[in-house]
């Protein structure tokens, strides 16, 4: 059997590409570093690997993120590695990669792409954020360790960082690979309006991914428009469910609960149905705690 330098020997006199791949530094080091794991004489069957190796490291100088990967799979990097007497091409996450691979356990229906980016210690650098923040860290040590509790109703005026704090949550929850939903509540009931009798929507399947989901995030509730089906048929069946799987739910809103409930009672065609927007609401504060927010204006 050939040993490694006459075989290297023979292959660059072939071949005036082999001759380049095999004088580079790393892949002479690698070929020596992985001798005793391989078949040599299978050398010519794997240069293609070695030469995509080459080839797609890099790509990956100067990277400054994921944006402008180059990569033929994004956010991952080439190696070789040692199989069956070869050595393999093989892609694995970066470091880029790996810092924002969280972010799939985000599912966001209709909010700003900006919220993917809320961060707990901008939230928190404002005083007036204890309550909230010890809020959310009781929340987050039962949650985490015993993967229930009751979620958290944010409320108060334009800008206080109620979507922010909510969206920081999500992200907190992401790292530790909990999936969460956010959702920006009137727009989705517009979606699922305007999608009856439509091909491709199917608005029952959305109503049950929001009722199963982990960690379910409604922002700005009660700036919809109120009918009897929106509330009735739509947010009350999520809470329900969501209220006998003991689910963690979490709500911002302009209103409090008594603001919110006044808001439920009288619909666009002029019903008054006060029972119905206490049903609403038992729902509501069975899955919540209200925690009022002021000070800085967190506005996207």
Same mark, same amino acid.
């Given at each position: 059997m050939k040993n490694l330098g006459e075989l290297l020997g023979e292959i660059t006199d072939a071949s005036d590409v082999h001759k380049e791949i095999l004088s580079h530094p790393e892949i002479k080091n690698l070929l020596v570093q992985h001798e005793s794991d391989l078949n040599i004489e299978l050398l010519p069957s794997f240069m293609g690997d070695l030469d995509e190796f080459l080839k797609n490291k890099n790509n990956c100088e100067g990277c400054a993120g994921l944006k402008n990967c180059c990569q033929p799979v994004r956010g991952h990097y080439p190696i070789l590695e040692s199989k069956l007497g070869r050595l393999k091409v093989t892609y694995t996450p970066c470091n880029f990669e790996k810092s924002s691979a969280y972010l799939k356990n985000i599912q966001s229906f209709y909010m700003p792409s900006a919220v993917k980016k809320a961060k707990f210690e901008d939230a928190?650098?404002?005083?007036?954020?204890?309550?909230?923040?010890?809020?959310?860290?009781?929340?987050?040590? !039962?949650?985490?360790? =015993?993967? *229930?509790? /009751? +979620?958290? %109703?944010?409320?108060?005026?334009?800008?206080?960082?109620?979507?922010?704090?909510?969206?920081?949550?999500?992200?907190?929850?992401?790292?530790?690979?909990?999936?969460?939903?956010?959702?920006?509540?009137?727009?989705?009931?517009?979606?699922?309006?305007?999608?009856?009798?439509?091909?491709?929507?199917?608005?029952?399947?959305?109503?049950?991914?929001?009722?199963?989901?982990?960690?379910?995030?409604?922002?700005?509730?009660?700036?919809?428009?109120?009918?009897?089906?929106?509330?009735?048929?739509?947010?009350?069946?999520?809470?329900?469910?969501?209220?006998?799987?003991?689910?963690?739910?979490?709500?911002?809103?302009?209103?409090?609960?008594?603001?919110? !409930?006044?808001?439920? =009672?009288? *619909?666009? /065609? +002029?019903? %008054?149905?006060?029972?119905?927007?206490?049903?609403?609401?038992?729902?509501?504060?069975?899955?919540?705690?209200?925690?009022?927010m002021i000070g800085k204006n967190y506005r996207y």
């Amino acid at each position: 059997m050939k040993n490694l330098g006459e075989l290297l020997g023979e292959i660059t006199d072939a071949s005036d590409v082999h001759k380049e791949i095999l004088s580079h530094p790393e892949i002479k080091n690698l070929l020596v570093q992985h001798e005793s794991d391989l078949n040599i004489e299978l050398l010519p069957s794997f240069m293609g690997d070695l030469d995509e190796f080459l080839k797609n490291k890099n790509n990956c100088e100067g990277c400054a993120g994921l944006k402008n990967c180059c990569q033929p799979v994004r956010g991952h990097y080439p190696i070789l590695e040692s199989k069956l007497g070869r050595l393999k091409v093989t892609y694995t996450p970066c470091n880029f990669e790996k810092s924002s691979a969280y972010l799939k356990n985000i599912q966001s229906f209709y909010m700003p792409s900006a919220v993917k980016k809320a961060k707990f210690e901008d939230a928190f650098e404002d005083k007036s954020r204890e309550m909230p923040m010890l809020g959310v860290m009781s929340f987050m040590n !039962e949650y985490l360790s =015993k993967k *229930t509790g /009751k +979620g958290i %109703y944010f409320h108060g005026s334009h800008g206080t960082g109620k979507t922010y704090m909510m969206a920081a949550v999500a992200n907190e929850l992401a790292k530790s690979g909990v999936t969460s939903a956010l959702v920006y509540f009137p727009e989705l009931i517009a979606q699922i309006k305007s999608s009856f009798g439509s091909e491709g929507v199917n608005s029952n399947q959305i109503i049950e991914d929001l009722k199963n989901v982990p960690v379910l995030m409604l922002d700005d509730i009660g700036a919809e428009s109120v009918t009897s089906w929106m509330r009735d048929e739509i947010l009350g069946r999520i809470l329900n469910y969501r209220m006998q799987q003991e689910l963690p739910t979490f709500f911002t809103s302009n209103f409090d609960y008594k603001e919110l !409930e006044e808001h439920y =009672k009288q *619909t666009q /065609k +002029g019903e %008054y149905e006060p029972l119905k927007a206490a049903r609403i609401m038992e729902r509501i504060k069975a899955l919540s705690t209200p925690i009022s927010m002021i000070g800085k204006n967190y506005r996207y």
